[in-house]
């Protein structure tokens, strides 16, 4: 008796889940209200976008109609496997979810003019009718695929540019980039530089060179800000002199590449933001580089990479830390002196994860014997690591500093991917400046976003002002 009594109590059950209701009182529940794909280049197809469907109404739900009706074919849907804009009688058992997958290549018209994209998936069941909706900002680029310069060359405009693989400058060619231009880079592209660089940004216009996706790789971290997506900027021995102004440098293998230009060429380098390489942001040999205001952050290998030349800091914050799985393990500031290694920092910030955040590897007293040279000035700047460096000019120097950077949303903590490099009220950089350097580099007299550097005393270390 028991045995017939399990069977017809399974009977049952089967019998249960075999219903379907038509109460319209039993609602499905989606992920999201929207899908958000933010800004696109229009003709590039974007990764998938994932829409989950729940039923969480204790009933199974028979959808009669997932549709996308749609005439200009904005997205792409795959409504639970089928590439299909319109699937009938799809049944959710209570407690089960299906999927359904969407994604863009924006608007292919060719508009010069930035276009919004909207359209949305409808779910028709029991009387109900909801909405799912779909958005995006799609802008038409101008491509350039394998692009070499052999004149003089201004880019300008609103319009992005679409790296697609080399940005080449022949030697005796000027690339000029006028402020307010974006340079999107794609998997493995670059700038290559052999003829000479002006990037002429402005504070309030900047220039941005990254990664040309600009979807979420995590919830609230944007694809391009992780690092080696793209080579970066290379300055090559054949390089003239090169200006970068105003301008930020994102996410690349190597972010700046100076390679052997020599001291009698010059690189000059400011109000710029460059940060998160996978090996280096700025990387050098044998060059004169000039830079002041400049943000050098997050670097995987090594963060600041000197090898002979001549090099002065105003202003500069120089820090790496450990994000995006970076190691973290090596220093904010290498120095590697070969034959002749000259470096100066002034009103500066240098910090780091790493307890030895400046690596003076080539600095030995037998070098005089041979007639090389090595020479380290810090004066007036912010160091997280104890005074253990000797250079004929090192003074007015706060040392041993304690972790001054933290994420930006105060919740978090610095590994969360985001390092908030202002100065604040309380940081120890404040007024530990030499206002000496604001007379002798008048475009230090503003910081990095324009703020007047003589409302104080004297100025914040770094490239921040408060």
């Known amino acids: 008796i028991v045995f017939y009594i399990f069977l017809l109590f399974v009977a049952f059950a089967s019998c249960k889940d075999d219903e379907i209701t038509t109460d319209p009182q039993y609602r499905l529940v989606y992920s999201a209200d929207t899908i958000s794909f933010d800004t696109i280049l229009g003709g590039l197809t974007t990764p998938y976008q994932t829409l989950k469907v729940y039923n969480k109404s204790g009933e199974k739900i028979k959808i009669s109609s997932i549709n996308?009706?749609?005439?200009?074919?904005?997205?792409?849907?795959?409504?639970?496997?089928?590439?299909?804009?319109?699937?009938?009688?799809?049944?959710?058992?209570?407690?089960?979810?299906?999927?359904?997958?969407?994604q863009t290549n924006g608007d292919r018209s060719g508009s010069e003019i930035p276009f919004a994209l909207l359209d949305s998936i409808s779910f028709?069941?029991?009387?109900?009718?909801?909405?799912?909706?779909?958005?995006?900002?799609?802008?038409?680029?101008?491509?350039?695929?394998?692009f070499v310069v052999t004149s003089d060359t201004t880019l300008s405009?609103?319009?992005p540019y679409f790296v697609k693989d080399t940005l080449k400058v022949e030697e005796g060619a000027t690339l000029n980039i006028d402020a307010g231009v974006r340079l999107y880079f794609y998997n493995g592209a670059s700038l290559y530089v052999d003829g000479s660089l002006n990037c002429n940004g402005e504070v309030d216009n900047q220039i941005e060179m990254r990664y040309f996706r600009g979807d979420y790789l995590f919830r609230d971290t944007k694809y391009y800000l992780a690092p080696g997506n793209w080579k970066g900027v290379w300055l090559s021995q054949k390089s003239g002199d090169c200006k970068i102004i105003s301008t930020n440098?994102?996410?690349?293998?190597?972010?700046?590449?100076?390679?052997?230009?020599?001291?009698?060429r010059k690189v000059i380098v400011g109000n710029s933001q460059i940060y998160n390489a996978k090996r280096g942001t700025l990387v050098s040999e044998a060059s004169q580089i000039y830079a002041y205001n400049t943000l050098f952050a997050n670097g995987g290998y090594y963060n600041v990479y000197l090898t002979d030349g001549k090099y002065l800091f105003n202003h500069c914050t120089i820090a790496s830390?450990?994000?995006?799985?970076?190691?973290?393990?090596?220093?904010?500031?290498?120095?590697?002196?070969?034959?002749?290694?000259?470096?100066?920092?002034?009103?500066?910030?240098?910090?780091?994860?790493?307890?030895?955040?400046?690596d003076n590897v080539a600095h030995n007293l037998k070098d005089s014997l041979n007639g090389n040279t090595f020479r380290l000035d810090i004066a007036c700047c912010a160091i997280s690591q104890k005074d253990s460096l000797a250079g004929e000019r090192n003074y007015g120097n706060k040392w041993n500093i304690e972790e001054e950077f933290y994420h930006s949303d105060p919740n978090k903590s610095i590994d969360d991917f985001f390092v908030d490099f202002k100065t604040d009220s309380l940081s120890s950089f404040r007024t530990i400046g030499s206002d000496a350097i604001l007379k002798l580099y008048p475009e230090c007299a503003t910081d990095i976003f324009g703020k007047n550097r003589v409302d104080d005393e004297f100025p914040d270390a770094g490239a921040f002002e408060y």
């Open 321 to 358: 830390y450990l994000t995006f799985g970076l190691s973290g393990k090596n220093p904010a500031l290498y120095l590697n002196k070969k034959d002749s290694l000259s470096v100066e920092l002034n009103n500066s910030v240098i910090s780091g994860s790493k307890s030895s955040v400046i």
């Open 249 to 264: 440098i994102i996410g690349a293998y190597q972010c700046l590449v100076v390679d052997s230009a020599f001291v009698d």
């Open 157 to 159: 405009g609103s319009q």
């Open 124 to 146: 028709s069941y029991n009387g109900n009718v909801d909405y799912v909706y779909l958005s995006a900002f799609s802008e038409t680029p101008i491509i350039l695929d394998h």
């Open 68 to 102: 996308y009706a749609s005439s200009n074919d904005y997205f792409m849907v795959n409504i639970n496997g089928r590439n299909s804009h319109n699937v009938t009688n799809v049944e959710i058992a209570d407690g089960d979810s299906m999927f359904i997958f969407v």
